[in-house]
Every structure is written in structure tokens, then in C-alpha cells.
């Protein structure tokens, strides 16, 4: 900056518009050459360089009242909404169906001395090669599954158990790469390339008959999960006005729900071969996937990693798609640019004014550090007792769920109820939330949860009431799944949202492989686990305390 005088803000503001202010402000703000008197007469004449004058403060707004300045929800976030729960629940058609997969049909054996065939136990042929046997297709519960595709009729049920550990053993690994890939290469690039994987997956699954092979491929469709549907849900809620998230976020969870009724549907009176049911996964992967290699990135994203310029950009197509006209969003300057400005001004006067360091110390990026999570014993403590519950809640998940076909009573109409129950508990829970803290919705859930649990160790021979005590426990694990979620940024900072969220993932998925295992024990083994872990999720409720945030800005525990 060549001058031969102190800088004249008001002057260097007459003399340029539009970009070029953008641009210089940038480089002269961040400049060497700069003078600290400049470089403070830049900072305080920002609020103005950045409205373009007094007629024109209402394009300096948060990434949040730029997606109501572009369209609100419009055209783009319905289209958008639509395909990428296309893309979501595509994979839903497949990992809904892991309990089908994995039934055993029931088989009928041939009398050694007559034509006669006669219902028999998997043991009799597997011990005898010389038993001939067949699959008795009239019976409602046998399956073209995994079990014919990979020989598994004489494996131990150990193997077929595994089938569902590696698929946790994909989510693991996930969520060590793609998840945060995703925070740092952009959402986008990340569902993409889990989509890119889910298709691939499926189309191979569809032509082999290794079991081996199977397991990779089941692995890599983990992966492709923590791609597609982690990064995939934060795109698609950062890509919605704030007011809808809720609304479009719980859509995305019913639609779940539906899927999961389909696949019951689909088998119960559709067709027993499996292989069908990747007709719709192919076809909305396809669609969704194609889609969108065609949209912005996340706008949210962008802004939080300081890239203002393409944010601009993105927020320009959407409007242009709510039509609201081209360029629309050129003369936004968001409010989060100045922020970071204003950091680098607290940076600069810091280093200026060594009397300032004890001042803006609490605020300095060391505090940010995950170390902090295990040094304040606020953050420490929910720490843990998320983990106990989390882990407690998901390994109940994928142990109710591959324990689904040993259900007494029809594996259709208890897959339905599952289905049914999901959908109220969502509902319920996202009723209770309201009105309750996250320590108190916990506990609630929880209670429901375990008290069916425990019904169903004392009825599990009575099929009339079976039904019941399933749909108590699923509820309860349901509504502490959204509980979860949902108060996450109850419990931590805004600050560690994103690590706790990972971190919890990761900890709950890696404890929780046994669960597809144990669901091959004998009845009622599983559900006495299921009861032990709903009742340590349930006195970790009463440890985790909700935070506030004061006018001062400082996290308190409430």
C-alpha cells in the first residue's frame, strides 16, 4: 500500500466498490507493509467498507440469514431434500434386510428308503452327506438369502454373525477416514465417493457366491455408510434454512422407517429372492448420486473454513434456483467474515499490548484444544457417561436387530412392528426433548426400554405377548438414539461438536461388533445383555449435565 500519509478509510472507500473493496480490504488488512495505526483504521471502519453505506446494511448478514435472502426453502432445498434421501435410503433397502439375509430357510430331507420328504433340522444333512435335502419354499420364512448364495447351510452360525460384525468393522474405519474427510476436503467430494462405493458394492454382491469376498464387500459398504449418511445428513441439514432443520432432519428419519416397512412388505409378499431388492437400491443411488455431482457445496462449510468467495458462489446458484435472478448473492458479506477479522484484530492488538494476554487468554485457540475435554471436569464427565451411552444404545441396536430373525412369532410382523415402533419413537422423542433436559430424556427412554427388556425375559415363550415387549424395548433404544443426536450440543461446546460427535461413533461402533455375534447365542442370552446395557445407559443418564451459555459467552454446567 503506497501512501505517503496515515490511510484515509473513508477515503479508500469513495475511491473503490464493490470486489475491488473485498480485495484490497484482504490484502492490506493482512499486509506486512501495513502500519498497526492502518491496520486499526481498517479494522474500525470494517462495519462500514462492508455495507456499502447506510442503504445497504441488509447485505451484511450470517450464513444463516443468507439461505432466507436466497429463497428460503425453495425449489432448490425441496429438489435437493428429495434426491439426497433418495441416495440416503437407498442402502436402507439392503441393510433393513440383514435379519432376512441371514435366516435360515427351513429345509425338508429326503427318507433314505422312500420318495418321502420330511421336515428336518439343518444337523441332519450337515452330519450325514449322504441325506439329501432340499429348501421348503412353501414356508413363509424361507429365503433365497446369504444362506443359499454362500453355502452357509452346515456353517456354524459363528460365520454367519460375522457377516454383520464386518459391516461395524466398515463403520470403524469410516469414521477413522471419510467422516473427517469431510470436515476437511468439503461434504460434497465425501458422499460422493461413499455413494460411488455403496453402488459398487451392491453390484458385486449380486455375483458372488465367496463368503470371504462377502465380507469385504459388506465392510466396504460400512465405509460407504459413514460417507453417505454421516456426511451426507450434516450436507443436507447444512443446505436447509435453519427454521426447516428440525422438520427436514426428522423426515429423514421416517423415511427410514418406511423403508424399513417395505423391505417387510417386499418379502412377506412380493418375492422371496433377495436380489430384487437392489433394484431400488441401484436405482435412487444412481439418480441421487448423478444429481449430485451437479450441486453447490455446503455454503455452511464454506463460510466456516473461511472460503467466503466460493460461499458467495454457491449461494448464487441457490438463488438463482429459488428464482430469485443471477448474481444474487454477490454484495453479501457475511457476518462470520467479520468475525474472523475480528480475531485477527484481538490477534494483533494482543501482540501489541502485552497487558491484553490475560485478557483474551480464555478466548486463545489452545483453549479449543481437545486436551480441554479431559482437563474440565464439567466436559470430562458428560464425556464419559455419553460413551457408556452411546455404546450401550448402539450395541442394543445391531443386537435387536440381527437377533430379529430368533424372534418367536413371525419375522415379518415383528420386522413391522420394529418398523412402527421406530417411527412413534422418533416422533416421541423429539416431542420430549422439548420439554425435557437430555439427562431426563435419557432416563425416560431408558426406563421404557428396560422394562421391556425385562418383560420380554419373563414372557419370551408366550408369542401373544412377545410383540409387545419388543416394541417397549425398540422404543426406548429408538428414543435414546434421537436423544443422542439431538442434544449432542447440550453436552459439549460448539467448539467440540464435531469431535464428540466422531469420537462417540467411533468408541460405540468398535464395543459394539460383538452384538451381531451374540445375537447367535440362544434365547433369551441376548436379551439379558440387551437389559444389562439399557440399565448402565439408564444410571448414566442421572451423570451427564446439560451446559448453557452466559451473556459473557462462557460454558456453564446447568
Known amino acids: 500500500m503506497n501512501f505517503t500519509e496515515r490511510f484515509d478509510p473513508n477515503q479508500f472507500i469513495q475511491l473503490k466498490t464493490g470486489d475491488e473493496i473485498i480485495d484490497e480490504f484482504q490484502a492490506n488488512i493482512n499486509s506486512d507493509s501495513t502500519t498497526a495505526d492502518e491496520k486499526e483504521d481498517f479494522i474500525n471502519v470494517r462495519p462500514s467498507m462492508f455495507g456499502f453505506g447506510e442503504n445497504s446494511t441488509d447485505l451484511l448478514l450470517s450464513v444463516d440469514e443468507a439461505f432466507d435472502y436466497c429463497g428460503g426453502f425453495g425449489r432448490h432445498q425441496t429438489l435437493l431434500m428429495i434426491f439426497m434421501i433418495f441416495s440416503m435410503k437407498s442402502a436402507g433397502f439392503f441393510l433393513n434386510a440383514l435379519s432376512f439375509l441371514e435366516l435360515q430357510p427351513v429345509y425338508e430331507c429326503q427318507n433314505?428308503?422312500?420318495?418321502?420328504?420330511?421336515?428336518?433340522?439343518?444337523?441332519?444333512?450337515?452330519?450325514?452327506?449322504?441325506?439329501?435335502?432340499?429348501?421348503?419354499?412353501?414356508?413363509?420364512?424361507?429365503?433365497?438369502?446369504?444362506?443359499?448364495?454362500?453355502?452357509?447351510?452346515?456353517?456354524?452360525?459363528?460365520?454367519?454373525?460375522?457377516?454383520?460384525?464386518?459391516?461395524?468393522?466398515?463403520?470403524?474405519?469410516?469414521?477413522?477416514?471419510?467422516?473427517?474427510?469431510?470436515?476437511?476436503?468439503?461434504?460434497?467430494?465425501?458422499?460422493?465417493?461413499?455413494?460411488?462405493?455403496?453402488?459398487?458394492?451392491?453390484?458385486?454382491?449380486?455375483?458372488?457366491?465367496?463368503?470371504?469376498?462377502?465380507?469385504?464387500?459388506?465392510?466396504?459398504?460400512?465405509?460407504?455408510?459413514?460417507?453417505?449418511?454421516?456426511?451426507?445428513?450434516?450436507?443436507?441439514?447444512?443446505?436447509?434454512?435453519?427454521?426447516?432443520?428440525?422438520?427436514?432432519?426428522?423426515?429423514?428419519?421416517?423415511?427410514?422407517?418406511?423403508?424399513?416397512?417395505?423391505?417387510?412388505?417386499?418379502?412377506?409378499?412380493?418375492?422371496?429372492?433377495w436380489i430384487y431388492l437392489q433394484i431400488p437400491t441401484l436405482v435412487l443411488s444412481i439418480l441421487g448420486t448423478v444429481y449430485m455431482i451437479f450441486q453447490p457445496e455446503s455454503p455452511r462449510f464454506l463460510v466456516s473454513k473461511g472460503r467466503f468467495d466460493q460461499a458467495r458462489t454457491c449461494f448464487n446458484i441457490i438463488a438463482k434456483r429459488n428464482g430469485k435472478g443471477e448474481n444474487y448473492a454477490d454484495l453479501i458479506i457475511f457476518k462470520e467474515e467479520l468475525e474472523m477479522n475480528g480475531l485477527e484484530q484481538t490477534a494483533f492488538e494482543k501482540d501489541q499490548d502485552p497487558l491484553n494476554t490475560s485478557i483474551t487468554s480464555q478466548s486463545s485457540?489452545?483453549?479449543?484444544?481437545?486436551?480441554?475435554?479431559?482437563?474440565?471436569?464439567?466436559?470430562?464427565?458428560?464425556?464419559?457417561?455419553?460413551?457408556?451411552?452411546?455404546?450401550s444404545i448402539v450395541f442394543n441396536f445391531f443386537l435387536v436387530s440381527f437377533y430379529l430373525k430368533y424372534f418367536p412369532g413371525s419375522i415379518f410382523l415383528n420386522c413391522i412392528y420394529f418398523a412402527i415402533a421406530d417411527i412413534f419413537a422418533y416422533l416421541l422423542s423429539g416431542l420430549i426433548i422439548k420439554y425435557l433436559n437430555a439427562s431426563k430424556a435419557i432416563i425416560v427412554a431408558q426406563v421404557i426400554s428396560s422394562i421391556g427388556a425385562l418383560l420380554y425375559l419373563i414372557l419370551f415363550t408366550n408369542q401373544d405377548i412377545v410383540p409387545v415387549v419388543i416394541i417397549l424395548s425398540r422404543i426406548g433404544n429408538s428414543m435414546s438414539f434421537n436423544t443422542v443426536y439431538v442434544t449432542n450440543s447440550r453436552l459439549f461446546p460448539t467448539y467440540f461438536q464435531t469431535s464428540t460427535f466422531g469420537l462417540l461413533n467411533f468408541i460405540s461402533h468398535v464395543l459394539s461388533i460383538g452384538g451381531p455375534l451374540l445375537a447367535e447365542a440362544a434365547d433369551p442370552y441376548p436379551y439379558a445383555v440387551f437389559l444389562t446395557n439399557a440399565i448402565l445407559a439408564l444410571f448414566s443418564g442421572f451423570f451427564i449435565k446439560e451446559l448453557y451459555h452466559s451473556k459473557a459467552g462462557i460454558v456453564v454446567a446447568h
Open 365 to 391: 485457540p489452545e483453549d479449543k484444544s481437545l486436551k480441554q475435554l479431559f482437563k474440565r471436569k464439567d466436559l470430562r464427565r458428560n464425556l464419559l457417561f455419553s460413551t457408556v451411552i452411546w455404546t
Open 112 to 273: 433314505l428308503h422312500s420318495d418321502i420328504w420330511y421336515r428336518c433340522q439343518k444337523k441332519v444333512f450337515c452330519s450325514d452327506s449322504s441325506v439329501t435335502k432340499r429348501i421348503d419354499w412353501s414356508e413363509q420364512e424361507s429365503l433365497d438369502n446369504f444362506i443359499s448364495q454362500f453355502h452357509l447351510e452346515c456353517s456354524d452360525s459363528f460365520y454367519i454373525g460375522l457377516i454383520g460384525s464386518f459391516f461395524l468393522v466398515g463403520i470403524v474405519l469410516g469414521c477413522l477416514t471419510l467422516t473427517r474427510l469431510g470436515d476437511i476436503l468439503g461434504r460434497k467430494p465425501i458422499f460422493i465417493v461413499g455413494m460411488l462405493l455403496q453402488i459398487t458394492v451392491c453390484c458385486t454382491l449380486v455375483f458372488i457366491d465367496n463368503i470371504w469376498i462377502a465380507y469385504l464387500m459388506v465392510a466396504i459398504m460400512g465405509v460407504a455408510l459413514t460417507g453417505k449418511q454421516y456426511v451426507g445428513y450434516t450436507y443436507l441439514i447444512e443446505n436447509m434454512p435453519k427454521s426447516k432443520q428440525v422438520i427436514v432432519g426428522s423426515f429423514e428419519f421416517i423415511c427410514e422407517g418406511l423403508v424399513f416397512l417395505s423391505v417387510c412388505g417386499y418379502f412377506l409378499w412380493v418375492n422371496k429372492n
